[in-house]
């Protein structure tokens, strides 16, 4: 089984920072990739970032130039760094692991609350 981790989120202000942390633990043989998703209250949950095992990112628009993922694999830990918030970008976010070979599933973080409001 596996099971992920996350924290660092927080209430801050327009403008502001925080950086996001999801560490991965349990039988995990390969991770094939990982992504960090946010549900605002009434709305669909989206992908905010990803990173493929290779060190491939991808981002929406939405976040393009404000937040970076990266990863350490010798942790299995995946970060997101947020900087220049916005109060759209308040949500539950959700770090996501894609792990194994043939037969990969997914596996999602308990979520962590991000505020920004002044």
């Known amino acids: 089984q596996v099971q992920l981790v996350e924290s660092g989120g927080g209430s801050v202000q327009p403008g502001g920072s925080l950086r996001l942390s999801c560490a991965a633990s349990?039988?995990?043989?390969?991770?094939?990739?990982m992504g960090w998703y946010r549900q605002a209250p009434g709305k669909q949950r989206e992908l905010v970032a990803g990173?493929?095992?290779?060190?491939?990112?991808h981002y929406a628009d939405s976040v393009k130039g404000r937040f970076t993922i990266s990863k350490d694999n010798a942790k299995n830990t995946v970060y997101l760094q947020m900087n220049s918030l916005k109060p759209e970008d308040t949500a539950v976010y959700l770090c996501?692991?894609?792990?194994?070979?043939?037969?990969?599933?997914?596996?999602w973080g308990q979520g962590t609350q991000v505020t920004v409001s002044s």
């Open positions: 990173i493929t095992s290779g060190g491939s990112t």
């Open positions: 349990g039988r995990i043989f390969s991770i094939n990739a």
């Open positions: 996501n692991f894609n792990i194994g070979g043939i037969g990969s599933r997914d596996y």
